[in-house]
């Protein structure tokens, strides 16, 4: 006699606050600096409770000049999984408060925050969110203002859905925002290079401040490129099937420094099991 295997829920979501790996430092090139991700939080598969806390952080280094790679004041992050008797939760969040890297980048503020949410019975979660934050960046003396629009991310529960929000769009809504999901402008499909959909949270990117200094930037799509300093990507989502990340800062460091960094990212991906 065999016996049915016990279906269960598992669990699978991470949170970061802020982490940064550095190659290169002016010509100094192979270098090893590997900033401990700060605000990690990982659930285990049965779910639960992780949180993670930093303050006060910095890593200077001396060589080949004094300066430090990064500091940030407090970094806050929890990753939740949970069941209730309807449906099964996974909750990611964090928190980044006054950033700097490479003494030329600094926000005041990141927050990032995203519920998953499977009915029971049900083949594909949902995804909500309390809202995201990109507050107070500045790229020397220039100020970043974002205009931030998360509907798209309460559509990104599976590849399918987001499909079908954007498909449902009206072409002026395409032709306008194509530019965000990395898509041709005259389609109602979206491009998926490697199996995977890209888009951004963000809907508007201006630069304020001195002129001669705006003169070393320019604006990207959702990215930011920096004379001096490298790439700058916000708000983005990657969608893999029913997995999906979201990296509010993405750097992509190629100047005096060299190497990939993020602010506020997170990940969540559970799924049905048997015992």
Known sequence: MSLEPEQRYLYSGYTVGASAQF????????????????????????????????????????????????SVHRVDSSAEGREFEDRFETEVGAEVESIRVVEKLHVDFVKF????????????????????????MRLGRVKVKLVLDEEPLHSSGSKAQLAAFYKSRTADYRRDQAWRFGTPADTEHLASPYGIYTYSLVREIKLEGPEEEKQSMSVEGYAIRW?????????????????RQVTLVRLAMGSSAGGPGTMGCGQTNGQLGSS
């Open 227 to 243: 004379k001096g300093f490298g790439r700058i990507m916000l708000g983005e989502v990657v969608l893999r099937g029913n997995t």
């Open 113 to 136: 925050h995203m519920l998953s949410t499977l009915q029971k019975g049900q083949a594909e979660p949902t995804v909500s969110t309390r809202g995201n934050e990109i507050e107070g």
């Open 23 to 70: 190659h290169r430092l002016d010509d100094v090139e192979n270098l090893n600096h590997r900033i401990p991700a700060l605000g990690a939080s990982v659930l285990p598969v049965t779910g639960g409770l992780a949180t993670a806390h930093a303050a006060d952080y910095s890593y200077v280094v001396d060589h080949p000049r004094h300066r430090t790679l990064l």
